[in-house]
């Protein structure tokens, strides 16, 4: 078992099970699927998610805080601001990212040249 403890007061916040060679293995092919799959999702579907994450941690703001203050030590205060500007970056990129990710054509001697954005894991 590996155990959670509060930095600033030493205080043992949860236990969690260690996962075996097997399950480590189950978990991150699980994720490289779930990254497969999220490279073919639409532009338009990713935003409707990073807004509604977005929206989750505004909305629940003070829990994440507590969470953050307890794991790290952080005063409350700095993990109320970490999560608003998690909160912000979401929306940022929700609303930014599309155009930003644009191939981008640039001069050179070849016929073609760009700089692309792929998404890698």
């Given at each position: 078992m590996l155990t959670s403890i509060n930095p600033y007061n030493g205080e043992k916040i949860?236990?969690?099970?260690?996962?075996?060679?097997?399950?480590?293995?189950?978990?991150?092919?699980?994720?490289?699927?779930?990254?497969?799959?999220w490279k073919h999702i639409s532009f338009d579907r990713k935003k409707e998610l990073m807004l509604n994450l977005a929206d989750e941690l505004k909305t629940n703001k003070k829990d994440y805080a507590t969470a953050i203050t307890k794991e790290m030590g952080k005063p409350?205060?700095?993990?109320?601001?970490e999560i608003e500007k998690c909160a912000w970056v979401c929306e940022y990129y929700a609303e930014n990212a599309q155009d930003q990710l644009q191939k981008d054509h640039i001069e050179t001697d070849a016929e073609e040249s760009y700089v692309r954005y792929d998404p890698l894991g």
């Open positions: 949860e236990k969690f099970k260690v996962h075996s060679k097997s399950d480590v293995t189950k978990k991150l092919k699980k994720a490289d699927k779930t990254f497969q799959d409350i205060t700095q993990a109320i601001a």
